[in-house]
Every structure is written in structure tokens, then in C-alpha cells.
């Protein structure tokens, strides 16, 4: 689990890269990213038959100018089979919100309950011209503004498509009830980074709650989209592990020759220090 950090002006925020071995459900949550080039990304985890259940779950975390993609994934050849779930994330500023590279037929990624703002393009097939079916990728209730293109397949620029959100949506994703919209989602104070869903946001019960994050034990009833769920989550630090160190003592200042008397002197040592040998 990586969880509650606060990550800045680096070349990516997260990346989880190559664990063969170890069958797991990775969990990336409640981090906050900012001013840095890439956002999460997941490269080289494969089921096996020994080791069945590489999952990982990104959920509700905070990606703030991004310049590249805020999420991405690069299947080595088509030869990874793990799977993606990025639900109920908040992105504001990046390049393009997904980013897939050779997409194992149905790897089964699905994206659902995120928002996404200033990301003018949402998805981008990095090297594939194949378009994704739902059973590879599944974009389902999410909500998006200021998106140019919808998605962009073959990213080498002969041959490329680029899909309208329209046409998007007419291959499946980003239709299912209730269907993802290009809107403003009404943030309480998006330019002083309140990312909080004001009381008429549309992004309001827009979403189905896939990993149950509310925790009432239903995977399908409706939930906010973006980070904030309950409005009270802590994303990024929380204050949690040891406080700072303290200051620094202030270097005393040498005696002065007023601050000594007769009762107030250094002691004078009146044996010799014992020598030491080194054998
Ligand atoms: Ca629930």
C-alpha cells in the first residue's frame, strides 16, 4: 500500500515497475501529486498461474500539473496481464488523463468515477492502432472539461485516430449508466485547491462504487466522482509518524573572562588522564 505522501517536482509521481513474484493487491491511495512530469504508473506485473491476482487499485488521489499523462500503463509486448482499477480520482492539469501501451486483449483496466480538468486529451494509445474494447479497458462515469479529443489511438502520427467523445462513447466507453459527461464539476475552490464537490456539482452521485469506498458493503450504489467521497478524506500527508525534529540548541558562547571567579571556575583536574594503548 502506498498511501498519504506528498510528492512534488519530480519526474513522476509514483511508479510501480516490475514485481513478478509476489501475487498481490497493490493499493496507491489518498497521495497527493503535484508540478511534476508523469503522475502514477504501472509497468511489468504478471499473473501467473502460481500467482493469479496482481491487481492494483489507484483510488482517490490528487494529481495537480501534471505535464505529461496522469496515469499510464506499458505492457511489455502484450505480455502483462495484470490489471488497473483508477477509481474515483481528481486531476486537475495534464496532457492526457490515460495513457496505455500495448494493452493485453482483455486485460480488464477499468477507469471509472474520476475527474479530470485543463487535460485536453483523455486517452492515448501509445504505440498501438488498435482501438480498446471494453473487455481491454472500460471507461465508465467519469466526468471531464476542457477535453479537446476524447482519444487518440496510434500515436505515431500516419494512421492516427482521434476520436471525438461522441465516437468514444459509440465503442462502448464512457456510456454506461450513469453515463460520463464533459462538464465542469464545480470544485468548492478550485483556484485555492479545494477540490471538494460544491453542494450543486454535477459529479454528485454520478459514479457506482466499484471497491466500495464508502464501505457500506455495495459495490454498485451511486457515489460522488473525484477524491473527495465523504468531503472529510485526508489526501496527501496526514500529519501521521514523527514530528519534525526540534531546532537546534544555540551554540553556547565561549566564556568570557568576567564570567569566571573564585567560585566560579572550571574545575582543575589534579590527576593525569589515563593513558590509553591500542593493541
Ligand atoms: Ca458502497
Not at 517536482?9 to 509476489?22: A, E, L
Not at 489518498?30 to 500467482?51: F, K
Not at 485543463?118 to 471531464?144: I, K, Q
Request: net charge neutral; charged share 20%; aromatic share 10%.
Amino acid at each position: 500500500m502506498i498511501e498519504h505522501n506528498e510528492i512534488a517536482n519530480s519526474d513522476g509521481v509514483i511508479f510501480i515497475k516490475r514485481n513478478y513474484n509476489t501475487p498481490s493487491r497493490w493499493i496507491i491511495r489518498y497521495n497527493y501529486g503535484r508540478d511534476s512530469g508523469g503522475g502514477i504508473r504501472v509497468d511489468q506485473l504478471v499473473r501467473t498461474t502460481a500467482n493469479p491476482a496482481h491487481t492494483v487499485d489507484i483510488y482517490q488521489n490528487l494529481l495537480v500539473n501534471i505535464r505529461v499523462k496522469a496515469f499510464a500503463t506499458n505492457h511489455y509486448e502484450g505480455a502483462e496481464t495484470f490489471y488497473l482499477r483508477i477509481v474515483n480520482n481528481t486531476v486537475k492539469n495534464c496532457d492526457v488523463a490515460f495513457e496505455g501501451k500495448q494493452l493485453t486483449a482483455n486485460a480488464g483496466h477499468i477507469f471509472q468515477n474520476n475527474l479530470f480538468v485543463g487535460c485536453p486529451l483523455g486517452f492515448r494509445s501509445y504505440d498501438g492502432p488498435e482501438v480498446w474494447t471494453v473487455s481491454t479497458f472500460r471507461a465508465r462515469h467519469n466526468m471531464y472539461r476542457d477535453m479537446n479529443s476524447a482519444a487518440t489511438f496510434q500515436f505515431d502520427t500516419s494512421g492516427q485516430t482521434n476520436l471525438s467523445f461522441g465516437a468514444w462513447q459509440g465503442l462502448g466507453q464512457d456510456s454506461a449508466s450513469p453515463a460520463s459527461r464533459v462538464a465542469d464539476p464545480l470544485f468548492v475552490n478550485e483556484a485555492g485547491g479545494n477540490y471538494r464537490l460544491q453542494a450543486g456539482s454535477p459529479a454528485r452521485n454520478a459514479g457506482a462504487d466499484l471497491l466500495d469506498l464508502n464501505g457500506n458493503g455495495s459495490a454498485t450504489d451511486l457515489i460522488h466522482l473525484g477524491a473527495y467521497i465523504t468531503g472529510n478524506e485526508v489526501i496527501g500527508r496526514d500529519g501521521g509518524g514523527s514530528p519534525p525534529p526540534a531546532p537546534e540548541s544555540p551554540v553556547p558562547s565561549p566564556p568570557t573572562r568576567e564570567s569566571f571567579s573564585r567560585t566560579n571556575r572550571p574545575p582543575i583536574l589534579t590527576t593525569r588522564p589515563a593513558k590509553v594503548f591500542w593493541s
